[in-house]
């Protein structure tokens, strides 16, 4: 249950700041001591096959051995002055995160072709130094590994347009700010119980304290702090939101300190009015006619699961998919690298960005070097203090490690191969069990189809996913990379969960009501918001020698020569190639006019044009998005990126992302400042095409999925999936001589005849029975209902496994 009454705290303090305010729930950034073995009916396959990598996997993220002996140089060294997590305070010195630092791409394409060997591992360290009072959060860079006597730990700035490799951390532990505003909870019970029906001490139904946005507006940081009833369903929480949820707290630093005895209470803000202080607020709660607003209580309705009876039919197995001969494709389970159909690519991960494919290639030629995603950004709108500057940054809440345990028939087919990503936070080992999985499924719908009068032909439109699921709080994002019989690529997301709801206020003028949302419950209301998940993607087709070209399709007046009855020119269209020689910000075309084509300038098919792919909006909902908002005040310089679809920029080894999990805390002075990617540099130069040398010819897409979310009464209690999905396509564009599909599909052909019907098959088909295991269908999850493993209470615990063990 919850109360529904608005209140905004601002807290004027001294400096005041997070190391990681993961914005949703802080709950879900607790580390936990016991890890959920969960989903023991999953297949992970042996890894003891004979399928080998063509190259070694420099993508990777650290193994354990890497990471075990790089944190015992870190807790060697005395610069460092590392303490212990499970010992640390927010006065000392510890070890938030430690990753690969991936290698520059001009080194992996000397690895890659033979030119050199392979490039040294170094390793991205990130440290919370709390020692002194200027505590900041600290990048470096360590290598190369493993440790040895050349080893050596340096800033990490390169990757930084900033120039820096920190940012300011002035309170690192955010449970000093949490049992703070518990402490100065205790003196207002009255209030909190009269307008909030719970004070902070309940023991069934007091309030948990949340953190949530932080930013900086010269010399104030500005922080939403927010309280909401205990509730027994942690992800119903944001459909249930307090006044104090929907607060928005101010902590103004007038000097660098640490020290809560500087921190003060300075405003709460209730049903549209703000109060100086805790008294002018009880003072007015005293008054004939004040008005109460109705409790946003807890119920039925946010449960996302109907164990009732529903329709006839209900009850019965759905259809489903089987694989009966074995998976198609082959994995190197060591290097992590995939094959099927022509197709290859190694897969990494990371704890801030998840799930990333390189060196894509098909049938041997290049496509995309690097594909994934950079940043997940949720931007809101509202008239309260609490969705009016309210901006999520889900890097900063780690993606990869968030990446969660897939059910099997559920998430991905009960066949699909399951793979596990490991990460190396805090100074333990965290590994999430079957977060990946890899399947081949086959569409609805062919691939393609003609009829004649003499035959049919018909082939399966069969595919691959490489797909997994970061749930972020209330918000679950699947992110899947599709691969498609004729060499098409597409990146598709969708998101799920519960929205990020306001208190609807029923003294809200008329005239205003549907402004932000729409009411969605007795006392809730949505809250409309823009996601916004930015990705990278590198393009090498058919090798770097590449140009971004804009094909228009334009009206047109023209005489031919061959009409000569006509009185007057036809009108008619045609199409227009204008090469992209700047670096440049784009959007979709209205009506579909254009297409963007990454053409190879060197090489051709087999009638002389130019090979290529184009980009182009997929199979979501509508088109993919960017941020509605300009010049949002909340995000400053932080997410340049968010204002258009697609950027096109030259390739940079000191330009490797377009975010920055740490911009979160410097909006207006950012680590990584898209803006200055996109400096008018010209991306076509003449003289290095025509060289050996073509480093700075290489073309980099950054492009948007997401959506303008509305929700209404059909997001309650979840946001559903087939409503949420966004793609973007890169589809081969005079790449081959033909279709590429033709010897890979499988299909029929029926001649249509006097003597009846002839079929005729190319690829394969079935021709003797399909014997398969239940669990080759769908899991029986219920005997995994025990004490200790509930199936439909999974908590997603991971396994923190301590330095040394």
């Given at each position: 249950m ?10 004027s ?16 950034l ?96 990130v440290?919370?130094q709390?020692?002194?009072d ?31 490799n ?5 309170v690192?532990?955010q ?7 518990i ?14 029906g719970?004070d ?5 139904d007091g ?21 909401c ?16 949820n ?7 630093p ?17 049903n ?12 007015a709660?005293?008054?004939p006619?004040?008005?109460l ?29 089987i ?39 098909f ?19 509202g ?7 309210l ?12 990446m ?10 009960a ?37 004649s ?8 439109n ?31 997301l ?22 932000y ?20 993607a ?18 047109t ?33 209205a ?7 990454v053409m ?41 990126w ?33 803006g200055?990617?996109?400096?008018d540099d ?35 209690p ?51 029975g ?24 999974m ?11």
């Open positions: 919850a109360s529904s009454a608005k209140v905004w705290i601002a807290i303090a001294s400096a005041v700041f997070l190391w990681f305010a993961f914005l949703a729930s802080a709950p879900f607790r580390h936990v001591d016991s890890y959920l073995e969960f989903l023991a009916s999953t297949r992970e396959v042996s890894k003891t096959n004979h399928f080998q990598a063509p190259y070694k996997n420099v993508w990777a993220d650290l193994n354990r051995q890497e990471a075990d002996e790089l944190m015992r140089f870190l807790f060697d060294s005395a610069e460092l002055n590392l303490t212990e997590a499970s010992h640390a305070t927010s006065r000392d010195n510890k070890l938030m995160q430690l990753g690969v630092l991936q290698p520059n791409k001009t080194d992996i394409l000397s690895y890659l072709n033979g030119s050199a060997g392979i490039p040294e591992r170094w390793a991205h360290v440290v919370s709390g020692v002194t200027d505590a900041c959060i600290v990048n470096y860079m360590v290598g190369p590994l493993p440790p040895n006597a050349l080893t050596e730990m340096k800033p990490l700035k390169y990757i930084f347009n900033s120039g820096r920190h940012v300011a951390n002035p690192p532990d449970e000093d700010i949490q049992m703070w505003i402490g100065e909870l205790q003196g207002v019970s009255d209030i909190t119980q009269k307008i909030l719970t902070a001490f309940a023991k069934t309030l948990d304290v949340r953190t949530g946005t932080i930013s900086t507006e010269k010399t104030r940081i500005r922080m939403q702090v927010g309280s009833r205990k509730v027994s369903i942690l992800s119903s929480v944001s459909n249930l939101p307090l006044h104090a929907e607060s928005r707290a101010y902590v103004v007038e000097i660098v300190t640490r020290d809560p005895a500087n921190w003060k209470m300075s405003q709460w803000y209730y549209g009015l703000v109060y100086e202080s805790a008294s002018e607020l009880r003072e709660l005293k008054r006619g004040f008005l607003n109705p409790l946003n209580l807890n119920g039925p309705w946010t449960d996302t699961e109907d164990f009732r009876e529903g329709p006839p039919g209900r009850e019965l197995p759905p259809p489903t998919m694989q009966p001969a074995g998976p198609r494709f082959k994995i190197d389970y060591h290097q992590n690298f995939v094959s099927w159909m022509g197709f290859e690519f190694f897969i990494s991960t990371s704890q801030e960005r998840g799930l990333s494919l390189h060196n894509i290639k049938d041997g030629d290049t496509v995309i070097f690097e594909i994934g995603l950079q940043e997940a950004l949720a931007h809101y709108a008239d309260d203090p609490a969705q009016g500057a901006a999520f940054m889900d890097t900063l809440g780690n993606m990869g490690i968030y969660r345990n897939l059910v099997p028939g559920y998430d991905c087919p066949y699909a191969t399951y793979l596990s990503a490991s990460y190396h936070n805090g100074g333990a080992a965290i590994t999430r069990k079957n977060s990946i999985c890899v399947f081949e499924y086959t569409a609805d719908h062919a691939l393609r189809r003609h009829t009068d003499e035959h049919v032909s018909i082939s399966r069969t595919y691959l996913v490489v797909r997994s699921v970061s749930t972020m709080g209330n918000y679950d994002f699947t992110v899947e990379y599709n691969f498609y019989l004729d060499g098409t690529i597409e990146v598709k969708r998101a799920s969960g519960f929205i990020w709801a306001a208190f609807h206020t029923p003294t809200s003028e008329s005239a205003k009501q549907n402004e949302g729409y009411r969605v419950h007795e006392a809730l209301a949505t809250s409309m918001h823009d996601h916004v998940l930015n990705f990278k590198d393009l090498d087709v058919a090798g770097t020698s590449n140009t971004f070209v804009r094909v228009g399709i334009e009206p007046t023209v005489k031919y020569p061959w009409d000569e009855d006509a009185t007057t020119p036809r009108n008619t269209m045609h199409l227009v190639e204008r090469a992209v020689e700047k670096e440049a910000g784009i959007d979709w075309p009506n579909s006019g254009e297409m963007y084509v190879n300038d060197n090489s051709t098919n087999a009638w002389g044009e130019k090979r290529g792919y184009r980009i182009t909006p997929g199979t979501g909902v509508a088109n993919p998005s960017h941020l509605s908002i300009l010049n949002s005040t909340a995000l400053g310089k932080s997410a340049e968010a204002y258009k679809d697609l950027w096109l920029v030259k390739q940079k080894d000191t330009e490797p992302r377009s975010a920055e999990p740490l911009n979160f805390y410097v909006p207006q002075d950012p680590l990584v400042d898209f200055k990617f996109v400096d010209e991306v076509v130069d003449e003289d290095l095409l025509a060289s050996e040398s073509e480093i700075d010819a290489f073309r980099v897409i950054y492009f948007n999925l997401g959506s303008h979310h509305i929700p209404h009464s059909g997001d309650i979840n946001t559903l999936m087939h409503t949420s999905a966004s793609s973007v396509m890169f589809t081969p564009f005079n790449f081959h001589d033909g279709d590429a599909s033709r010897c890979r599909v499988q299909g029929v052909k029926l001649e249509l005849g006097d003597e009846g019907t002839q079929a005729r098959y190319f690829g394969g088909r079935h021709l003797e399909v014997h398969l295991k239940a669990t080759d269908l769908e899991p029986d999850l219920l005997k995994y209902d025990t004490e200790a493993q509930i199936a439909r209470n908590s997603w615990i991971y396994n923190l496994i301590p330095r040394g063990n």
